[in-house]
């Protein structure tokens, strides 16, 4: 059974940091191109970032470009979103999704992945 799960949501302060896991199971993740979406209350899910399988393709929304990094460990199955400087409208619920075509450059579209987590809140107050 493949699954997502996401880890490291929580309340943090405007400027504050925080670091989301994601732990794939189930199958090989690799050769997969990694994601995080977000969704906020009363808008569409939206793209965050994507790495792909090699590490060397990467892409960010500009609305977190210089402020969030995604970084993956193939060897533990494991993707992360480090999120600095952060902001309220950073308020969301955070996915952790994949895509096993492995697509260079990655996807910014939801049906671009096929796997997905549960997702991880997050709360940045003012």
């Known amino acids: 059974q493949v699954q997502l799960v996401e880890s490291g949501g929580g309340l943090v302060q405007a400027g504050g940091s925080l670091r989301l896991s994601c732990a794939a199971s189930?199958?090989?993740?690799?050769?997969?191109?990694m994601a995080w979406f977000r969704q906020a209350p009363g808008k569409e899910r939206e793209f965050v970032a994507a790495?792909?399988?090699?590490?060397?393709?990467?892409d960010y929304a500009d609305s977190v470009k210089g402020r969030f990094t995604i970084s993956r460990d193939n060897a533990k199955n494991t993707v992360y979103l480090q999120m600095n400087s952060l902001k309220p409208e950073d308020t969301a619920v955070y996915y952790c999704?994949?895509?096993?075509?492995?697509?260079?450059?990655?996807?910014?579209?939801?049906?671009?992945?096929?796997?997905w987590g549960q997702g991880t809140q997050v709360t940045v107050s003012s």
């Open positions: 999704t994949a895509d096993p075509s492995g697509r260079i450059p990655p996807g910014r579209r939801r049906y671009d992945y096929a796997y």
């Open positions: 790495r792909g399988w090699s590490g060397g393709n990467t």
């Open positions: 189930g199958r090989t993740f690799s050769t997969d191109t």
